[in-house]
């Protein structure tokens, strides 16, 4: 079965808002087995909504639009589906009622134009929102259906998973689609492809490998869509099994999961606990561990030394040791840590120092070095990395890479 999405908004267009929606859509389409055959993005222009519903492929049977149905005069989407769908918009009172309980959990009463939302086309069904005040529509026409959603990300994500995947599963045929993902850190995107170029080639008929990078992470994603789930899942778990078996712990998780989360159960079974001295990452790990519920049972806390009085005051880093050698250094970052480790009578500590840039790089330490060191019961590592010269990335990448130390580190501890 095959689906497209039109996403309706200048604000998109002009890249002023992120485009969530399409991508949650997707993902979910595409765990019931329903391929997305195309995505766009249109103006909020009738003409534009028109034409995007005109040019949809022949074969798709669902149809999502997102946006354009708020309460403003710019808000065209319901007027326009309602022309080209046919009919009249009349007074809906079980989708006003729904407004009217909305703003009742606020301490508020709906003004004229909140109650104008209520006001639906009559050729649709309503898809009845109970967390925001526009109502999803659902329209037929053959065989092909058409749900035109908010633009506004938590209710679109909640008229999805809560009305329409059900609806789809319980009155369309879907297809079936197995879908495993291991999750990889600290090797670029060609090295990958390298270490598995063998067993890539050897991939069966029906399974595919798609590659998902990201700054500090590349995501395998193993796919099938063959009629035969059990037989599907049985093929992409025994290829799954062969290349954690070449990659060994470079993969770190699976699916869903993140490496915080993943570092989180870790600490959890040795009954350990962690606690970050951060200058360049400026608090980012502390926030990625704090991500997690139940993280208060392993996570102590976190200094932000970004100043290297700061260092020298609160984690007792010598000063001979930063003149001498710079704030990035393995000689400070290695009493960062173990500073850290003190301070918060921790079993870990994580320790950040870097040029996250754009400024601030020298010949010897350009822009985007950093060193990261992970102190533990037993010894403090320590190395140098080279990220690049994007700030946020060279943030992101080297929270990741701290974790993913730590995580190694964990492994070896006996508690």
Partial sequence: MQAEIIAIGDEILIGQTVDTNSAFIATRLNSIGIKVAQKRVIADEAGAI????DDVLSDTVLVFTTGGLGPTKDDITKKTLNGYFGGELVFNEKVYQNIVKLFRSFNRTPSEINRSQ???????????????????????????????????????????????????????????????????????????????????????????????????????????????????????????????????????????????????????????????????TGGYIAHLITSVPGSSEYFMGSIVSYSNRAK?????????????????S??????????????????????????????????????????????????IIARQFRFGKNRERNIRKSALMALDMLRREIQKFQS
């Fill in 50 to 53: 028109e034409r995007a519903l």
């Fill in 118 to 280: 209520a006001f639906l086309p009559s050729s649709c069904k309503p898809v009845l929102n109970k967390i925001g005040t526009a109502s999803g529509m659902h329209f037929k026409q053959g065989k092909r259906h058409y749900f035109s959603l908010p633009g506004v990300p938590y209710e679109t994500e909640y008229l999805v998973e809560n009305k329409i995947i059900p609806w789809i599963s319980e009155n369309l045929q879907k297809g079936n689609v197995v879908h495993r993902t291991l999750l990889t850190q600290g090797v670029p995107e060609s090295e990958l492809a390298e270490k598995i170029a063998d067993w890539e080639n050897s991939l069966p008929l029906g399974i595919s490998l798609a590659y998902l990078p990201s700054p500090g992470l590349v995501r395998l994603r193993l796919s099938s869509y063959e009629e035969d789930s059990k037989e599907a899942l049985k093929k992409i778990n025994r290829k799954a099994k062969e290349l954690r078996e070449i990659l060994g712990d470079i993969i770190f998780g699976e699916n869903a999961q993140t490496l915080e989360e993943v570092i989180g159960i870790s600490l959890k079974q040795k009954k350990a606990t962690l606690s970050t001295a951060e200058s360049c």
């Fill in 312 to 328: 020298k005051e609160l984690l007792e880093v010598n000063m001979e040791n930063i003149v001498a050698h710079g704030a990035v």
């Fill in 330 to 379: 393995q000689e400070v970052i290695e009493q960062m840590a173990e500073g850290a480790r003190q301070k918060f009578h921790t079993d870990f500590a994580i320790a950040t120092s870097g040029i996250a840039g754009p400024t601030g790089g020298t010949d010897e330490k350009p822009v985007g070095t950093v060193w990261i060191a992970v102190a533990g019961p037993q010894r």
